[in-house]
């Protein structure tokens, strides 16, 4: 057995995600920075909202809620003001988070409560029948964009980014070891951080945008990811469809449920 096993309920694998599918990925990188930080389980909590990443939940050893569509920041919120203690790890999806749950989103990030939420952003609605989502890039198609979306698509970071997140990561399924770190920074930072991890889903959206099968869409990110450092000393001309990895922002700033602990000690004082 895999030391990081432990974090898995075992009984319960295999997962429901279609062949391909990048998402087993992600949530084997979540329970490797766990097992890098040595997470206590019974200090853990993970929540998720609805939406094929969200079924990752399930297969995790940790107290877990399955929660409501769009809402699995304000059930962590909760948590967090509650027990200040645990640990609260978010797993959510491009439309669960930025659609649906974007209002929650946007919240999170200016309260800047300790939450670390793993974004996993296949660029469509897969469980629901390949929809568009705010993440899909304009022109690509979905079933509901069969002609390509004119919809400018959100960039959840610099969303985050302007609504006060203190950790902001961007990494890719075939970027796995590089990501496993940058959740584990995510999870060790003092305050609200997003993990972007980008993920193919060959079914609903890389077959209909012609992108081939799974290794065809790990060869585009292995083709379109570029390290931070080395993004920015490119032209504006040489960007193209390329996006940056790594640690995209960072910065230190008051963490909201210690915060409102000093708001509840001065109540409890009648000040």
Known sequence: MRSYEKYFRMNRLPHIWCPG???GIIMKSIAKAAEQLG???DNTVIVSGIGCSSRASGYMNFDTLHTAHGRAIPFATGIKLANPKLK????TGDGDCTAIGGNHFIHGARRNIDLTVVLFNNNIYGMTGGQASPLTPTGKKATTAPFGSVDTAFDPCKLAKAAGASYIARGTAF???PL???IAQGISNNGFSLVEAITQCPISYGRRNKMGDAAGMLKWMSESAVPLT???KLAEDQKGDKFPIGILYQKTA???S???AKVIKLAQEGK
């Open 21 to 23: 599918c990048g998402n």
């Open 39 to 41: 997470l206590d389980q």
């Open 88 to 91: 609260v790890i978010v797993i």
């Open 175 to 177: 970027h796995a070891k």
């Open 180 to 182: 496993v770190d940058l």
């Open 230 to 232: 080395a993004y920015e």
């Open 254 to 256: 008051p963490e909201y």
């Open 258 to 260: 210690a915060e409102y």
